[in-house]
């Protein structure tokens, strides 16, 4: 399918316990970004790649990791999840100066 | 810093009322202005977007314009219907940038 996905989409685990986050477009946009959503917050950026093996840090980036060997894939990972870490995570991707395209998004849950 | 100021909601209106959503930004430069539209249990959609000042977008009878004496970017619609009912999103990406920074967003509920 075209588009940018996410999976899962809904996560539980436990305190402590390293969870991964997938994101995969079909665009071969050059940019892809993680946010969390979290009530009065907004969006927050946690991290984003300019291109494949170039990432960068954004706004709320402590305890998440980024990789990104492929183009069409760019994981988020919690290494040592923590409760502060439950929200909702959204994918987004685009090309320089273009509409962000954002994933359905991963509700993960840190108990 | 960058940053964007939009109204708490909810918002909550009759069918065909009219619609504001506040929003007001700080920023360094020319910033790209825009508001998404997230739907119940979706991802987030560009409803419109501004890049220089006096610019106004639209789409979907919403409109908004980019107003650089004001810093602000305010959403309008003549008539909302049940179906505009979602969470909507301002934000702005800094100048030579395609970082996004949002607002706290606006819940919007119209009934029949």
């Known amino acids: 399918d075209a588009g940018i996905t996410q999976s899962p989409r809904y996560k539980i685990t436990e305190t402590g316990r390293q969870v991964t986050l997938m994101c995969h477009q079909t665009?071969?946009?050059?940019?892809m970004f993680w946010y969390r959503q979290d009530l009065g917050h907004g969006l927050r950026l946690i991290y984003y790649?300019?291109?494949?093996?170039?990432?960068d840090k954004g706004e709320v980036p402590d305890g998440y990791v980024v990789s990104r060997s492929k183009t069409e894939n760019f994981p988020l990972t919690l290494e040592s999840a923590t409760r502060s870490q439950t929200s909702v995570y959204f994918c987004a991707s685009t090309d320089p100066g273009n509409e962000q395209f954002f994933g359905p998004g991963t509700r993960l849950t840190v108990l | 810093g960058n940053s964007v100021t939009q109204m708490e909601g909810p918002v909550t209106l009759s069918e065909e009322a009219f619609l504001t959503i506040n929003c007001t930004y700080t920023a360094t430069g020319y910033p790209s202005l825009f508001w998404y539209v997230q739907y119940p249990g979706e991802g987030l959609q560009l409803l419109l977007k501004a890049t220089k000042a006096d610019d106004k977008g639209s789409n979907k009878g919403f409109e908004a314009t980019y107003r650089k004496e004001t810093t602000s970017f305010h959403l309008e619609k003549g008539s909302v219907q049940v179906s505009d009912s979602a969470v909507y999103f301002c934000a702005l990406t800094p100048n030579n940038t395609d970082k996004l920074i949002f607002g706290t967003g606006t819940r919007l509920q119209v009934f029949p």
């Open positions: 790649s300019a291109a494949a093996d170039i990432t």
């Open positions: 665009w071969s946009h050059s940019y």
